[in-house]
């Protein structure tokens, strides 16, 4: 999973004509650090995509852009427009996250 440190680095990156993958996170954040535990094996079996991390209090504008209130949360980006957002409360379970990527991918 790369990086995103900047805002142009995210517009860059938003504009794939495939989806992309941008978890938000911080660095505080137990919820977080519980994702991270899981979220391998999904990034392998999703490795056809590109995915991308924010830190959110890195980069505080890009959440409050996108309405991303809790973390850790999933948006699918494509062509510059959010396609798909999962939110933190439903981003506890490998499963969770599996049935939120089926049905938005």
């Known amino acids: 999973m790369k990086s ?3 805002q142009d680095e995210f517009q860059n990156v938003i504009q ?3 989806p992309v ?4 996170q ?7 650090r519980r994702m991270d535990m899981f979220i391998g094996d999904i990034l392998e079996e999703y490795k056809n995509y590109n995915w991308y991390d924010v ?6 504008a890009i959440a409050e852009e996108y309405e991303v209130m809790g973390i850790p ?4 980006f494509q062509n510059g427009e959010k396609i ?7 981003a506890k379970t490998p499963e969770e996250v599996e049935e939120f990527l089926q ?3």
């Open 4 to 6: 995103i440190h900047t």
């Open 16 to 18: 794939s004509s495939q």
């Open 21 to 24: 993958m941008v978890k938000f």
């Open 26 to 32: 911080a660095d505080w954040c137990p919820d977080c």
């Open 55 to 60: 830190n959110r209090d890195e980069v505080p």
């Open 73 to 76: 949360s999933i948006l699918i």
């Open 84 to 90: 798909g957002h999962l939110h933190s409360a439903y």
């Open 103 to 105: 049905g938005h991918l």
